[in-house]
């Protein structure tokens, strides 16, 4: 594991003692940094060192928490839109901190976008932060540590994680065979999370980024009323929810296949709410990515009106932000804001159509001014 720690320093600093022979491992860790860092490998790494010291097969317990068949192990994602609820940790986390193990010495409880827990969800964690039994450990995930609450974040032993670098990012990418201008740029939009930037040069990613540009582009020319691009980067947003619909709904059908008749009702009920959570939850991401893009086109054109062309992000698209260059850089920011300020209201549940129309206009507005 520790192998897979050079690029991380403070990790290795933090992790190394405690996994040594006599260390004592934290019973609460918080691993923050943008994603694409490490932090989901080495909660799972860490894990598998946990669980394996003192099995009679201890490569055997490794390979088990490395295929999440582990049962000391337990991985919790949230189910809510925009939120870890409170069925998400009481069970999964709370009662079950208090069984011992099934076969390990510990039990491990790793739970993703810490930063999204509610308050009263965190309330219910407080207490097995704070006083959890000797054999629990608990590894929490975020991308954005200022956003977990203070109280979650004090009790634990924060780990940070560093970004990668452009070059590793576009380096990653040309191995998986992106064309290197392209893989160049995915990484600089990215903004250092190399999990974004493998999603820009997905297919679903190639689609939302050239519909987040016609929406940049069509309001600098003057053209959102004849082009309508807004729906053009729904269409985009709501492939991707279809997409996982789907997936969710072959999940669905086969454990339907596996329960008694009895059960199924139940089971479709679950599966139904589950997938409409999941569903919104990858749109809304989609979404934000995507007025992310639109905004870093209107900065990319403040670079070229500065004279700083070699730090515009659409690296491969010069030519295009050449023909759209001339817009006053107090405007472009006018425009940024605009977008950030939409970005930010959609964890109000509002409607996304209405939005981002209100949106282009807005910027049309705004830019012609």
């Not at 976008?113 to 959890?132: C, F, I, Q, S, Y």
């Not at 670098?165 to 893989?183: C, F, I, Y």
């Not at 809304?284 to 403040?302: G, P, R």
């Amino acid at each position: 594991m520790l192998a897979e720690l050079d690029r991380h320093p403070h990790v290795r600093a933090v992790l190394a003692p405690a996994l040594a022979a006599g260390g004592q491992p934290s019973h609460a860790y918080l691993f923050h940094g943008p994603g694409g860092a490490g932090k989901r490998a080495t909660a799972r790494a860490l894990a598998a060192e946990l669980l394996a010291e003192g099995s009679p097969d201890p490569d055997g317990a490794r390979a088990r928490v490395l295929s999440g068949a582990h049962p000391d192990l337990t991985w919790v994602a949230p189910s809510g839109a925009h939120e870890l609820l409170v069925s998400d940790i009481a069970g999964p986390v709370i009662a079950a901190a208090s069984r011992t193990p099934f076969e390990s010495r510990r039990r491990v409880f790793v739970i993703e976008r810490v930063d999204e827990l509610g308050d009263e969800a965190a309330n219910r964690m407080l207490k097995t932060l704070e006083e959890p039994a000797s054999f629990v450990h608990l590894i929490l995930l975020t991308d954005k540590l200022a956003q977990v609450l203070p109280t979650i974040r004090s009790r634990c032993q924060v780990v940070r994680f560093e970004a990668p670098t452009v070059d590793e990012v576009t380096a990653g990418l040309e191995a998986d065979g992106v064309e290197p201008a392209t893989a160049l740029a995915s990484a600089r939009l990215a903004l250092g999370d190399a999990q974004r930037a493998r999603e820009l040069v997905s297919q679903d990613g190639v689609a939302l980024r050239a519909a987040a540009e016609r929406l940049a582009r069509a309001a600098l020319a003057g053209e959102v009323s004849r082009a309508r691009p807004w729906s053009e980067l729904l269409v985009a947003v709501r492939a991707r929810g279809e997409a996982v619909a789907a997936q969710m709904e072959a999940g669905a059908m086969a454990e339907l296949e596996l329960s008694p008749r009895k059960e199924r009702k139940r089971i479709e009920g679950e599966w139904s709410e589950r997938g409409r959570r999941t569903r919104r939850r990858v749109e809304t991401a989609a979404l934000e990515l995507a007025l992310q893009l639109v905004a870093l086109w209107f900065t990319d054109l403040i670079c070229l009106a500065s004279g700083a062309e070699d730090l515009a992000r659409n690296s491969d698209r010069l030519a295009e932000l050449r023909i759209d260059a001339g817009a006053p850089p107090h405007r472009l920011r006018e425009a940024i804001e605009l977008v950030e300020e939409t970005r930010m209201r959609f964890q109000l549940n509002v409607s996304e159509e209405l939005a981002c129309e209100a949106l282009a206009y807005r910027l049309e507005h705004a830019l012609a001014s």
